[in-house]
């Protein structure tokens, strides 16, 4: 038999089995279709490239789900944590990285393993034979994903995701606007200054809110359902569940102090450092579905963007996941062909770091069991375990729905009450506890 792994998808999931695969000696071809094949959201051929937003979220690794998920990744050797530490940029808490470097690190490192070779074309059907991982994430091609469903039997899952715009710096008025992370969360005068805040009277959020829910927004195809997935909604549907939402959302005043009034804002839009050279800022949180000259009117009237220029406006598009629990088996072998697997976000794991955990695993499990051995079962007590537990069987199947790491899904620790006063020492527990199975779980896999 072809001891080849095959992945189709070169984004984060794709590209994290690849190298994990490839640093255990198996030999690799990475199927990609673009650039030949274009999507709405990618702008380059690049493996690893990021659509939605520059941030792999928290990086608290002791009171955080997912910055645990970060230090678990790192200490499996993986190619996109350590990518981007390398590239990372002053965003306070959270792991932000100048995302086009970040991609093409990812690439030349894939491209420079002497395992791994890249393919640019295609792949429309479900392979009958060899060892495969499916890695195509959300935005999978037609007629592979209906060659899933087919296969499955099930209609596909799908919900709706949604991109924020980018604006050049030099266009934001800092007259207005100015720089501070929230509740100065950051290590150095460069962290905390990686984001700018627009603020809003309580009249300037009220008209701004009118004209958000008046916009034109894009329309659905006939057939399609406008499933959103709640961690990416746009920010007209949290408009319209209720005015208040995004100020107690994304444009939430707590935390900052406006140095140019005495006034305290009813409202704040943040934009978060994009880039290294600082040119390029996204707006945080501000998905949207509203059409490209919708935006640029209802995002001039923040103050402070009344000039933006835009780099990128915010877009949506279809998401495609499976039905995981039902479909998949502990190693994330599709259970009526066990020589393909699936990972990242067509699994049902939602976000840059989950997905690309999720790679990381299917990667150990598929080269490991071409080398004819088998990796120990990764614990549940860790990040990762909880997360792949959930997809492969914790979760409903009939209510299943994309989710983010958190600790909401791992196993209650002993001897901890509940309830929020003691949330802090949980998280921390959670953490401690979850270290030093992951540690244990690699030990085990070099003996």
Not at 194 to 214: G, V, W
Request: with cysteine; charged share 25%.
């Amino acid at each position: 038999m072809d001891k080849t792994l095959h992945i189709i998808g070169g984004g984060m999931a794709g590209s994290e089995a690849a190298w994990q695969a490839a640093n255990m000696g198996v030999k690799v071809v990475l199927h990609e279709m673009r650039p030949k094949v274009e999507t709405f959201a990618h702008r380059t051929g690049n493996f690893g490239e990021m659509v939605c937003s520059n941030s792999f979220r928290s990086d608290d690794h002791e009171q955080n789900a997912v910055g645990l998920l970060h230090w678990e990744m790192l200490q499996a050797g993986g190619l996109i944590m350590t990518t981007a530490h390398a590239h990372r940029l002053p965003a306070g808490g959270a792991l932000a990285v100048d995302r086009d470097p970040f991609a093409q690190a990812v690439t030349d490192a894939l491209m420079a393993h002497p395992n791994i070779t890249a393919s640019y074309e295609e792949i429309t059907e479900l392979p009958t034979d060899g060892h495969w991982i499916i890695a195509t994430g959300p935005l999978t091609g037609e007629r592979l994903g209906q060659a899933i469903a087919h296969e499955t039997g099930r209609d596909a899952l799908a919900f709706f995701d949604a991109i924020a715009p980018i604006v050049y710096a030099e266009s934001i008025d800092m007259s207005q606007a100015w720089k501070q992370s929230r509740y100065d969360k950051g290590e150095t005068e460069e962290e905390r200054t990686a984001y700018i805040n627009c603020p809003m009277t309580r009249d300037q959020y009220e008209r701004f809110i009118d004209a958000l829910l008046a916009a034109d927004k894009t329309e659905f195809h006939e057939g399609e359902t406008a499933g959103y997935f709640d961690g990416c909604l746009p920010i007209e549907v949290m408009a319209e569940r209720g005015r208040e939402t995004l100020r107690f959302g994304p444009m939430k005043p707590v935390g900052l102090t406006n140095p140019h009034s005495d006034l305290k804002p009813y409202a704040v839009v943040q934009l978060r450092r994009d880039n290294a050279l600082g040119t390029l800022y996204n707006i945080v949180g501000f998905q949207t579905k509203m059409k490209y000259g919708a935006q640029t009117e209802v995002f001039k009237m923040i103050p402070g963007l009344q000039d933006a220029s835009f780099a990128r406006l915010g877009g949506i598009h279809r998401n495609t996941f499976i039905n995981s629990p039902t479909l998949l088996d502990a190693q994330m072998r599709l259970k009526s062909r066990p020589n393909i697997r699936f990972a990242g976000q067509i699994t049902g794991v939602e976000g840059y770091v989950e997905s690309a955990s999720m790679g990381l695993l299917a990667g150990r499990y598929a080269a490991a069991e071409i080398l004819g051995y088998d990796i120990p079962r990764i614990p549940q007590d860790t990040a990762m375990g909880a997360l792949v537990h959930h997809i492969t069987g914790g979760a409903d199947a009939k209510t299943f729905q994309p989710m983010n790491v958190n600790f909401g899904l791992f196993q209650p620790v002993d001897g901890l009450k509940g309830g929020r006063r003691g949330r802090k020492d949980r998280y921390k527990a959670y953490t401690d506890r979850a270290k030093v199975a992951f540690s244990e779980w690699l030990r085990q896999q070099d003996d």
